[in-house]
């Protein structure tokens, strides 16, 4: 199961953005018939993906509602550009 509602609703706006333009390149006309299948063999694995995350994001959303899984917080602690956590330069001799 993926980590958070997040990653599942990333990878599924990645995958239709795919299945669009895979399914421009499916009905080109200026391409050869062994292409275009190609294209929609593609499009074919795609909407099985697009639907597996479908079917995760689901599941994961009912089981956060009915209190099954509970979703861990992850803080960001970034050092940089924080002037208490640089180390003064050493002075050249």
């Not at 292409?35 to 929609?40: G, P, S, T």
């Not at 063999?41 to 089981?63: C, H, P």
């Not at 509970?70 to 602690?77: A, E, L, N, S």
Request: glycine share 4%; proline share 3%.
């Amino acid at each position: 199961m993926a980590e958070t509602i997040g990653w599942l609703c990333d990878k599924l706006s990645i995958i239709e953005l795919k299945l669009y333009h895979m399914r421009e390149q499916a009905e080109r006309a200026d391409v050869s018939e062994s292409f275009r299948q190609l294209c929609r063999d593609k499009v074919s694995v795609m909407i099985e993906q697009r639907d597996d995350l479908a079917v995760e994001l689901t599941q994961l959303v009912g089981d956060i509602a009915a209190g099954r899984v509970v979703p861990k917080v992850y803080r960001q602690f970034k050092m940089y550009n924080d002037p208490q956590y640089r180390v003064p330069a050493k002075e050249s001799t």
